[in-house]
């Protein structure tokens, strides 16, 4: 069963940094892409960022391009996304999403909330 467990969310001025989590199980990351997506209040979600697996290829949204670095520890089944320079418009719940490739299937884990003070 596959299974994302995020986790590193908090409260945070603008400016600071913060570190998300994503655990998986279930699952090796070889044939999955592993993302971020966010949702802000009363916005629809939209992705963040994603690592492929397979050759550890990596996509940034626009607005988080040079200031978000997503990673993975294959060793440790856990992706991070290290968010640095965090602005009030990064506020959102993040969620971490799995692909599978080969069978074109993807799994979501609960979010986790970002807070960024102005």
């Known amino acids: 069963e596959v299974q994302l467990q995020a986790s590193g969310g908090g409260l945070v001025p603008a400016g600071g940094s913060l570190r998300l989590s994503c655990e998986a199980s279930?699952?090796?990351?070889?044939?999955?892409?592993i993302g971020w997506f966010r949702q802000a209040p009363g916005k629809e979600r939209k992705a963040v960022s994603c690592i492929n697996g397979s050759d550890s290829k990596r996509y940034y949204v626009d607005s988080v391009e040079g200031r978000f670095t997503i990673s993975s520890d294959n060793a440790r089944n856990t992706v991070y996304l290290q968010m640095d320079s965090l602005k009030p418009e990064d506020t959102a719940v993040y969620y971490c999403?799995?692909?599978?490739?080969?069978?074109?299937?993807?799994?979501w884990g609960e979010g986790t909330l970002v807070t960024v003070s102005s």
């Open positions: 999403n799995a692909v599978d490739l080969v069978k074109n299937m993807d799994y």
């Open positions: 279930g699952f090796t990351f070889d044939d999955y892409a």
